[in-house]
């Protein structure tokens, strides 16, 4: 069946080290995707997104990769600081007929060690 | 600016009995979607509203139900409760209905059924 679906539970990095994080999807029809960032106890909050007519996009120390050809997606954060410990999501959002449907992975823990 | 904001943001029922969670969504922004998160899992998709319609319903039962009013806040029931029913009840609302929206959520109403 259909799914969004992340590699790996957990990731543990070093402060100041770069963070990849990386997601698989299954439906080829996909056509827009975003990372959502979940701290403890609070709702999931938005990243970034990219369309399907992208294969890379930039925010604040923050890029997006798309890869149709293998349906992989990663997100990678730059020099990860604490702040950036939670867990981690990507999404799909599409609904049969267009309506607003996010599908998500079971997310990424990303600890980061000071 | 106030961003989606849900009440209560924690509740205690029994099995059996009914509960209404509520939901305001950032101001301007016409459609009111929940979402269901278990504890270590990503969110699942309950409902769409837009324009008081219902837009999309994922694979909840009818026990579950919602509505959208005039001023686009909206309310998730849940009758019969179950355990099962234990979860983090996320809001979201994006400015449009259409798939490709921002969506923004809340930060839940822990739900815990007994």
């Known amino acids: 069946g259909e799914s969004v679906g992340l590699h790996l539970p957990t990731l543990s990095v070093q402060e100041g080290d770069n963070s990849i994080i990386n997601c698989a999807y299954s439906n080829s029809a996909s056509d827009y995707f975003i990372w959502y960032k979940q701290e403890s106890g609070k709702g999931p909050q938005f990243i970034i997104d990219i369309r399907s007519n992208m294969d890379k996009r930039q925010g604040q120390r923050v890029t997006v990769l798309l890869n149709k050809t293998v349906k992989h997606l990663s997100l990678q954060i730059a020099a990860t600081q604490p702040g950036d410990s939670a867990v981690y999501f990507c999404a799909e959002n599409r609904g049969p007929g267009g309506y607003q449907k996010v599908t998500f992975g079971t997310g990424t823990k990303l600890q980061v060690i000071p | 600016d106030a961003g989606v904001t849900q009440s209560p943001t924690h509740l205690i029922k029994t099995r059996g009995q009914h509960v209404t969670l509520r939901c305001s969504p950032i101001?301007?922004?016409?459609?009111v979607s929940w979402y269901q998160q278990v504890l270590g899992q990503g969110p699942q998709f309950i409902f769409q509203y837009y324009e008081k319609e219902e837009r999309g319903r994922g694979n909840f039962p009818d026990r579950f139900s919602a509505r959208q009013f005039p001023n686009y806040s909206s309310e998730l029931n849940v009758n019969a409760l179950l355990l099962g029913d234990s979860a983090l009840y996320l809001c979201a609302s994006s400015l449009r209905q259409d798939h490709n929206e921002k969506l923004f959520f809340g930060s839940g109403t822990q739900l815990s059924v007994l």
């Open positions: 101001s301007g922004h016409k459609s």
